[in-house]
């Protein structure tokens, strides 16, 4: 059986997608999708998602519109942004009012991401 906690990565470029997927398929069941729509669609058909980290520019829809969405089917998963680009006001008011849980700069700090993933998943798991 795994019992490794299992996340979605949202990104639209399949380099990140790659990349992060081998970098915590070790830590953590690593699902990816390649835009916002599909990451809906990932995450309403599996209710063991305890994560999720999506990029914030991508086409059709961006990471914090994502998130958005994915918070009004199921407000208690933490989120989290990772981008390339520095904090804009969107991102800053996103953390203040608590929609996402962090935002993480590409590229991306390895040891950080683990220790914000498994705080937030460990804080979850015991309800």
Not at 52 to 65: F, H
């Amino acid at each position: 059986m795994n019992n490794k906690p299992k996340i979605l990565y949202v990104d639209d470029e399949e380099m990140n997608i790659t990349v992060f997927r081998l970098t915590f398929s070790k830590v953590f069941e690593v699902l990816t999708a390649e835009s916002g729509e599909k990451g809906m669609e990932i995450f309403t058909s599996d209710p063991d998602i305890k994560f999720i980290i999506s990029d914030m520019r991508m086409p059709a829809m961006n990471g914090l519109e994502f998130i958005r969405k994915i918070r009004n089917v199921c407000a208690h998963v933490p989120c989290s942004i990772l981008s390339g680009y520095q904090e804009s006001p969107e991102i800053l008011e996103a953390l203040d009012n608590g929609e996402i849980v962090d935002y993480l700069l590409k590229p991306f700090n390895r040891g950080a991401i683990e220790q914000l993933v498994l705080k937030h998943v460990n804080g979850t798991t015991g309800n």
